[in-house]
């Protein structure tokens, strides 16, 4: 059974950095393209970068482009998120998934996420 591990995490001030780590069980990790997405209480779940099997491309949304890093360990089966210039507005639990595209002949391509982790949160104050 996949389950996901995240680790990290923390409060701090606007202009700080912070790296949160997941590690992914029970699918190959070398196999598997990694997200990383977050969700502030009351608003949904937003993507935040995601970075292919190979290590490379990498995604970003627009709000954190710049700012954060993702990478990625196939050894460790370990996807981090390292956090820069950290602002308010990035306050949230941020989740890592291994989403996957589910293809039906009656409806677009979807994403299916397997369960997700815990989120470690992320308190930015000003």
């Known amino acids: 059974q996949v389950h996901l591990v995240d680790s990290g995490g923390g409060s701090l001030q606007t202009g700080g950095s912070l790296r949160v780590a997941c590690v992914l069980f029970?699918?190959?990790?070398?196999?598997?393209?990694m997200g990383w997405y977050r969700k502030d209480p009351g608003k949904e779940r937003e993507f935040v970068a995601s970075?292919?099997?190979?290590?490379?491309?990498?995604y970003y949304s627009d709000a954190v482009k710049g700012r954060f890093t993702i990478s990625r360990d196939n050894d460790k089966k370990t996807v981090f998120l390292k956090m820069n210039d950290l602002k308010p507005e990035d306050t949230a639990k941020y989740y890592c998934?291994?989403?996957?595209?589910?293809?039906?002949?009656?409806?677009?391509?979807?994403?299916?996420?397997?369960?997700w982790g815990a989120g470690p949160p992320v308190t930015v104050s000003s």
């Open positions: 970075i292919m099997l190979s290590g490379d491309p990498t």
């Open positions: 029970g699918r190959s990790f070398g196999s598997s393209d």
């Open positions: 998934n291994a989403p996957q595209v589910a293809y039906s002949k009656d409806s677009p391509p979807a994403l299916v996420f397997f369960d």
